[in-house]
């Protein structure tokens, strides 16, 4: 009987154009430090992105979605958790002994708890950065049924990593000879497992892939199959002197790259490939009709192991790179594909955030977000159906160089610097309709504005022992 009931409720909580037999699966890919005009789509001239460029073609393309922050565990927090970096558990990349990062605490609740308690299979493949291996934070005691992949934010600067985790057990990469040799490359590894999920998947069951790939991340290296040797030649190239794999190598390290712009470039298109393959994958078991598909970056560009964000127009024209909160910090590609559903082609101007994408999955599954988040869904600017809710304001702080926060309402964006341990340092303000590339300090001509703002980031800081404002930790 109280099966019976929970499917009733269930089937009657869905929106209109999904059934309890129809819900979709969702795909969540995260790459890690891609700019905003790092994809075709966003105008990059000089990488080719074409099966990211397809998603688009083919669904829509946010241009004012943002990250959780500037940099990965507080982002990813941001995102898991449903509230912005003033209310997240995790604030900072804070690292434990003897591998890991500061893990989410079992009362916080993440979207993959949630969508496996609606009845969805879960799992993630990639970087996770929230927690040990046996803690609290581990993915397998945060929702997820598997996890394959980087446990440790630290070892996944390392594409040829001495070790990846399957669930709780270690895969130690022999070929790799703890950092002395590079034969098997970790995203390749993780990509495998991703596209074996997808094909031995129940396929009565829903699923939620959550794929935060670790790609194109610093440090920069690619396999020698990669397209690398399209782009090899082609740029006026500065050597780039790092920490090399060998008996001195070090877990956290970049290894050195004479051709470092040709290998970033590489690094796009074959997360590219990727992107390829899993469309490739979801059509060979006839699952492409019935998937949401969502594209997005964790941060802006990185300038990190010889990369070169400048040179590409990485940040789409915005200001800023990662560990800024200017656009070019936290404004991020944002792309969502579900056949049949979304209307190909199309752009959407809603402005958004990662703590919009718990309440969003809540909603297509069928159950409810917890209360007392910072996210609303946006379902109805994915479909286009319904009336879509908008943010009174977005928060964002940031735990490094001195504190930093930012607030966006309606087009007005202040900044606040050395925010730490003194939230009344004066803020800046822009207008992002007239001038998104942030150029143009506006606080002293609208002075009733920027005390606004700078009112609300006050208000939006919520005060965490574990992360002091402007301490993210070690």
């Not at 009362?107 to 929230?130: D, N, P, R």
Request: glycine share 10%.
């Amino acid at each position: 009987m109280r099966t019976l009931l929970v499917s009733f409720l269930l089937l009657f909580s869905l929106p209109a154009f999904v059934t309890a037999q129809t819900r979709p699966n969702i795909i969540f890919i995260l790459a890690d430090d891609l700019g905003y005009g790092d994809l075709g789509i966003n105008g990059q001239k000089l990488i080719k992105t074409p099966n990211i460029d397809r998603l688009a073609a083919e669904g829509v393309r946010f241009t004012q979605f943002y990250a959780g922050t500037s940099v990965c565990a507080p982002s990813r927090s941001s995102l898991m958790t449903g509230h912005h970096t003033g209310h997240t558990y995790i604030r900072g990349n804070k690292g434990v002994d003897p591998e890991g990062q500061q893990p989410l605490a079992d009362s916080v609740v993440t979207m993959a708890e949630i969508l496996k308690k609606a009845g969805y299979t879960t799992a993630a493949f990639g970087k996770w950065g929230l927690g040990p291996v046996g803690s609290e934070g581990d993915p397998n005691q945060q929702g997820f049924d598997r996890f394959y992949g980087y446990n440790c934010q630290s070892l996944a600067h390392r594409y040829y990593p001495n070790h990846l985790w399957d669930n709780s057990q270690k895969i130690v990469l022999a070929e790799n000879e703890n950092l002395l040799k590079t034969s098997q490359y970790g995203p390749d590894l993780i990509q495998q497992q991703a596209l074996g999920f997808v094909k031995n998947n129940d396929p009565k069951k829903p699923f939620f892939l959550f794929l935060p790939y670790t790609l194109p991340h610093a440090e920069l290296l690619v396999p020698n199959d990669s397209i690398f040797q399209y782009y090899k030649g082609k740029f006026a190239e500065k050597p780039y002197t790092g920490a090399d794999y060998g008996p001195n190598a070090n877990v956290g390290g970049y290894a050195s790259q004479e051709y470092p712009r040709a290998t970033f470039a590489a690094m796009v298109t074959r997360l590219d490939l990727y992107v390829g393959q899993l469309l490739a994958t979801l059509k060979e078991k006839g699952l492409d009709q019935n998937t949401l598909i969502i594209f997005s970056s964790d941060n802006g560009p990185h300038r990190e192991g010889g990369a070169d964000p400048v040179f590409f127009n990485s940040g789409g024209g915005f200001r800023g790179f990662k560990r800024d909160l200017y656009e070019g910090g936290i404004r991020e590609p944002m792309i969502a594909r579900w056949s049949g559903t979304i209307k190909p082609g199309t752009q959407n101007e809603h402005v958004g955030a990662f703590w919009d994408l718990l309440p969003t999955f809540a909603e297509l599954a069928g159950t409810k977000a917890p209360a007392g988040i910072d996210g609303i869904s946006f379902v109805p600017a994915l479909t286009g159906k319904g009336t879509q809710k908008k943010h009174a304001f977005l928060y964002w702080e940031f735990h490094e160089q001195g504190g930093k926060q930012a607030v966006r309402q309606g087009n007005w964006k202040a900044v606040r610097l050395n925010a730490a341990g003194n939230t009344t340092q004066p803020v800046e303000l822009y207008d992002l309709a007239k001038d998104p590339a942030e150029t143009t300090n506006l606080a002293a001509k609208h002075p009733a504005k920027a005390t606004e703002l700078g009112r609300l980031m006050t208000e939006s800081h919520t005060p965490s022992a574990l992360f002091p404002f402007g301490s993210a930790g070690r």
